[in-house]
């Protein structure tokens, strides 16, 4: 049995109608609520490694054992016939919000919003977007991320008239909307970063959509053997890994002799990815 307690980490008061979710590998999940004092109890749960979960709306979520968000942490071995103490001390959640607008300071609507953290990995540092939601602009443009943990963010904005497989025409030839970074920029690298503070609000992160001409890609693709095979081809931002040209991994399939175009892509730099027939992805 695992039992304890969940309380806010500001106020040490309980943390109501929280769940705790217990996970063993390869069996479904047990979840239980909290009470008013913030108690819970999960009851003949099967010996072995588990891994401990408690969220609620409002707060950051804790895997038991993390001393930070953004940590990792081990699983709990549990013995047959165990009782297990669990506490957990949630710490409020962020939200940033603003407005998205078009090059002409009108509202667009179904825009893709995300908070971006910077990561160091074995190949360079790189953006990875967290889980905040629902980070879809509405009729004003106007969009929320909420459950944000403490700390620093990029906001990025992929716009949905974004395909790279249709180009958008104006009198000086076709353009697309190009993924852009607060304050309204199309390079990771110039964009401004945003602290968010634990349960405070970040207002007013405004910024437009940036207007390129479209670049046509093309290319041809090869199996191992040098023969042409089928395959989708997307294009990936060499830095921010989930600002997808295509808004979503939408490619483009390869003909019969292993060719592609994607002719709208904004300028830039892109890691060209590529999935065959069998899901193997190849860069």
Sequence with gaps: MIRGRVVSADTGTPVRRAQVQA??????????????????????????????????????????????????SEPVSLGDGQQFTAEFALLR???????????????????RVAAMRSQLTPTGRRLFAVS???????????????????????VSATPPA????????????????????????????????????????????????????????SGVVLGLNGTPIQATVNLRGALATDVIVGGGRRGVTTSADGRFILPSAPPGSYVVEVT????????
């Design 23 to 72: 996970t063993f590998r390869g069996q479904s999940a047990r979840i239980a609520l909290t009470d008013a004092d913030g108690r819970f109890e999960l009851r003949d749960l099967p010996a072995g490694s588990v891994v401990l979960r408690a969220s609620k709306t409002g707060f950051v979520p804790q895997q038991f054992g993390q001393r930070s968000a953004f940590s990792a």
């Design 162 to 217: 974004m395909n790279v497989n249709v180009p958008l025409l104006a009198p000086g030839g076709p353009v697309t909307y190009a993924a852009t970074f607060f304050p309204g920029t199309t390079d990771a690298g110039s964009a401004e970063r945003i602290t968010v503070a634990a349960g405070r609000d970040q207002h007013n992160i405004d910024f437009g959509l940036i207007v390129t001409p479209a670049v046509q890609v």
């Design 132 to 154: 905040a939601g629902p980070g879809i602009t509405d009729d004003t443009g106007a969009y929320r991320l909420y459950g944000l943990a403490p700390g620093t963010y990029y």
């Design 276 to 283: 065959g027939r069998r899901d193997c992805p190849q860069s």
């Design 93 to 111: 959640a962020g939200v940033l919000t603003g407005r998205v607008f078009d090059e002409f300071g009108d509202p667009v609507a179904n825009v």
